[in-house]
Nanobody, 129 residues
């Protein structure tokens, strides 16, 4: 069992920044791939970013590329999402997730939510125009 707790969401003006954190407990996540997803009202959950277990491979959704940065601190069992140049269309509940499979699926496959076993409860990000 892995418990994930997101934090760092809030209300920010367009152009502003937020840093989301996802703290894991129950198991060390240093050997697992981690992802961020988001879901806006009335829309399906969508992929935002993924980081491989050793941090060597990273992928972003085209909509956030160049503005968001995913990182991890395995010593703290935590994954981060730095979000800069925020836009109103970034408004959503942001979720982190972990893939506890012992095999590496690759960052392309890990864009799919079905690969992840555990999810956090989400943190709201609201960007005002």
């Amino acid at each position: 069992q892995v418990q994930l707790v997101e934090s760092g969401g809030g209300l920010v003006q367009a152009g502003g920044s937020l840093r989301l954190s996802c703290a894991a407990s129950g198991r060390t996540v240093s050997t697992f791939d981690m992802g961020w997803f988001r879901q806006a009202p009335g829309k399906e959950r969508e992929f935002v970013a993924v980081i491989s277990r050793n941090g060597g491979s990273i992928a972003y959704a085209d909509s956030v590329k160049g503005r968001f940065t995913i990182s991890r601190d395995n010593a703290k069992n935590t994954v981060y999402l730095q979000m800069n140049s925020l836009k109103p269309e970034d408004t959503a509940v942001y979720y982190c997730a972990v893939d506890t499979s012992p095999s590496y699926s690759g960052v392309s496959a890990l864009r799919r939510a079905s690969f992840y076993d555990y999810w956090g409860q989400g943190t709201q990000v609201t960007v005002s125009s």
